[in-house]
């Protein structure tokens, strides 16, 4: 499938919310701004870095904002979130070195490291402010849990940077805290705001944070059999900033300590050189990417299954035609 069909199914998914999405854009305009001309710009540049706004969707899905009379409420929810996302996203880049994401040159790239961690700061914080406006004391906590929850697991992430010894479990619990956790409270903020009942807003919880983990382990994926262009990031960038993921954990696993020194010096040398053939010939011949494959689609299956117990066929059918769309892109 092209990346021009994998854009048309996603905008087939989202058709019912967007509106709401293009109302996000809209309430970030009008919400956040700046007198200085500089910070003005960065606040202009954030919107052109468009990524799958997967975040906000959830929201609005599961709240089923087409039939709520909160829709003010739910897009400004729905921003806070993404500004909280893309606030972390301006730190990773800080923290990597990274020079290109969504196929735009990085915060850190144009305005330097110091300006773009401030810029992150300052994006927390208009989030806070926006939620402290709508007062659904709930749905802060949650969210300020969540947050840190994100920089926890980026720090564990950056404190094990070229520990080729990490094992499995470490890796789960990294990308749960980083990745899953925000996906899981999109979901839980949807259901809240809806006012559902317990039941339902764990439901979609698990939902969440089940999605959010086959969400990160196939991004992993994508970072080895994944195209730079239609990525809009290089592949191997995981290597390159000394991040051992899924991939790399089971092929080292299937290694003996005694080769495993060298293993690790031949696939730095041809990260380094950009050969991407050769690692994931290593990779190939050791299962490591079907691995990572199957990893990822026990989780899309766990989210699926959890959905079974959901009384709300429209519902539910969009959010398993998310879990479809998550394993099945090229971005």
Not at 55 to 75: E, G, H, M, Q, Y
Not at 252 to 260: E, I, R, S, V
């Amino acid at each position: 499938m092209s990346i021009v069909d994998h854009t048309n199914k996603l905008k087939k998914i989202l058709l019912p919310i967007e509106k709401p999405l293009e109302n996000i854009e809209n309430r970030f305009k009008e919400i956040i701004c700046s007198e200085n001309s500089v910070i003005q710009e960065m606040i202009d540049y954030l919107f052109k870095m468009k990524g799958k706004r997967i975040r906000p969707a959830l929201i609005f899905i599961a709240s089923k904002i087409w039939d709520s009379n909160k829709i003010t409420t739910i897009v400004d929810i729905a921003l806070s979130v993404e500004l909280i996302h893309m606030a972390t996203l301006i730190h990773d880049d800080v923290n990597d070195h990274s020079y290109i994401r969504r196929g735009m040159t990085t915060y850190n790239m144009k305005w330097g490291n110091s300006a773009s961690v401030l810029f992150g700061d300052f994006l927390f914080s208009n989030a806070y402010l926006i939620l402290n406006r709508i007062g659904n004391h709930e749905i802060i906590k949650n969210l300020s849990i969540t947050t840190s929850q994100i920089c926890e697991g980026e720090i564990i992430q950056n404190l094990h940077e070229k520990n080729f010894d990490m094992d499995i479990d470490k890796y789960l619990k990294i990308i749960k805290l980083k990745t899953a956790s925000l996906i899981a409270e999109s979901c839980r903020i949807g259901a809240i705001i809806s006012e559902y009942d317990e039941e339902k807003i764990k439901l979609l919880y698990e939902f969440g944070l089940n999605l959010g983990m086959a969400f990160q382990i196939f991004d992993d994926y994508l970072d080895f059999k994944g195209e730079s262009e239609l990525m809009g990031k290089p592949v191997l960038s995981d290597i390159l900033n000394g991040y051992c993921t899924l991939p790399l954990i089971h092929l080292f696993n299937c290694t003996n300590n005694k080769d495993k020194n060298d293993l690790v010096q031949l696939i730095d040398g041809y990260a380094k050189n950009n050969d991407l053939k050769k690692i994931n010939d290593i990779l190939d011949e050791n299962q490591s990417l079907v691995y990572t494959l199957e990893t990822a689609n026990f989780y899309i299956k766990k989210s699926q299954d959890i959905l079974y117990d959901l009384n709300d066929p429209m519902l539910k059918q969009y959010l398993i035609d998310i879990t479809e769309f998550i394993t099945n892109r090229q971005y």
